[in-house]
């Protein structure tokens, strides 16, 4: 007997093998394997609207960090916050790549190579010439602070970077204020199944320091409470795609 899929098999263009059916009744089937696949899931199945989260660490981190931390805290001594997604601790203006120390970092050319990977991965496009208006801005979250659930309007990409994160052990997300991506598959999560794929879990990403997290900003996201007794320092950052020309 060949499984039934939900799907035209002829669509597939695979061969498609028996398997092995354990028990049948009226209401359906006990299969001992799904299928036996006679496929290549990377030629036979479409990913169909795929959403990119890119991690991109950056690699002098070590020695830009202390000048970001330095020149951030002072900037929050001395202005008052913004009120965002974030509940508690201290949003900057959007103004962050104008500072002058910032300026003399390359943390913003960083920023916009991320951004750069991102376009060039969606454009299936190798060289191009790519226009963006951009903002960016510091935070810095103490105990309890937590960002609510939101996306990022009038952008196309946007992305954090971890100046000072904590340093816990791998499972303890919590403590550390995981940034949790929401699927955006409407009612994907209205039935539970193996896997992500048409599960509809959140994903969790731990904060890692000198690490940028990138992601399209319609993509809903928040910030788990912060629980450590160090400050938590990162940039945030939107890009706006404005021209575009392939080489
Ligand atoms: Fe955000």
């Known amino acids: ?28 089937f006990t299969w001992q394997r799904i299928m036996k696949l006679g496929i290549d899931p990377n030629k036979n199945i479409l990913r169909a609207f795929p959403t990119f989260v890119g991690q991109f660490d950056v690699p002098n981190a070590a020695q830009v960090n202390p000048i970001l931390e330095k020149v951030i805290l002072a900037r929050e001594s001395s202005a008052e916050g913004k009120s965002k997604s974030n509940i508690g601790g201290w949003h900057s203006d959007i103004d962050f790549h104008e500072w002058p120390e910032v300026k003399q970092t390359d943390i913003v050319d960083s920023f916009y190579s991320a951004v750069s990977n991102m376009v060039a991965m969606s454009a299936m496009a190798q060289k191009f010439n790519l226009k963006c208006h951009f903002v960016s801005w510091a935070n810095v979250n103490r105990k309890g602070s937590h960002n609510a659930v939101h996306n990022h309007c009038n952008a196309h990409w946007s992305g954090v970077y971890y100046v000072r994160t904590p340093e816990y052990d791998t499972d303890d ?19 539970a199944h193996p896997g992500k794929c048409v599960d509809g879990e ?36 939107n890009a706006r795609v404005e021209q575009f020309s392939e080489l």
């Open 202 to 237: 959140s994903i969790r990403i731990k904060p890692i320091q000198g690490r940028i997290v990138l992601f399209p900003s319609w993509l809903y996201h928040s910030v788990y409470p912060f629980q450590s007794d160090i400050v938590r320092i990162s940039v945030a950052f």
């Open 173 to 191: 997300l919590d403590r550390a204020g995981d940034l949790t991506f929401y699927d955006p598959r409407g009612a994907v999560n209205m039935m």
């Open 1 to 28: 007997m060949v499984c039934k899929i939900g799907a035209d098999p002829s669509a597939l263009q695979g061969s498609l093998k028996p398997c092995r059916v354990l028990e049948s009744a009226p209401n359906g």
